[in-house]
């Protein structure tokens, strides 16, 4: 089993929202950044969101911004992404993953190599955007 469980992905349509959620398994998200990534078929993947161990703050990438929101709740070990205004453009499995530290990296372009930045990872959940 991956040490990350993302749920909360499916269809929606344009204009619509979801939450993800990413719970840890076989330790705490708690002391830990985590971030928030997409990839659509033949892309690269791409970060989109971060939060900080301790949820005071996080950044998006600019292809979200003012869109998206990411959240965690300590006491649950589990961090969200909710995703408002969706568009046919954000259609993509989306990953959550671990940082290596209390502090979220900076969330460079699609395609970046983020190295051991990231060290624990998700299977994914499907976005579809559709009408």
């Known amino acids: 089993q991956l040490p990350l469980v993302e749920s909360g992905g499916g269809l929606v349509q344009p204009g619509g929202s979801l939450r993800l959620s990413c719970a840890a398994s076989?330790?705490?998200?708690?002391?830990?950044?985590v971030g928030w990534f997409r990839q659509a078929p033949g892309e690269e993947r791409e970060a989109i969101a971060c939060i900080s161990s301790s949820g005071g703050f996080a950044a998006y990438a600019d292809s979200v911004k003012g869109r998206f929101t990411v959240s965690r709740d300590n006491a649950k070990s589990t961090v969200y992404l909710q995703m408002g205004s969706l568009k046919a453009e954000d259609t993509a499995v989306y990953f959550c993953t671990s940082a290596a530290g209390t502090v979220c990296p900076i969330l460079w372009p699609k395609g970046h190599n983020y190295g051991d930045s990231f060290e624990h990872w998700g299977q994914g959940t499907q976005v579809t955007v559709s009408s």
């Open positions: 076989g330790f705490t998200l708690n002391y830990y950044a």
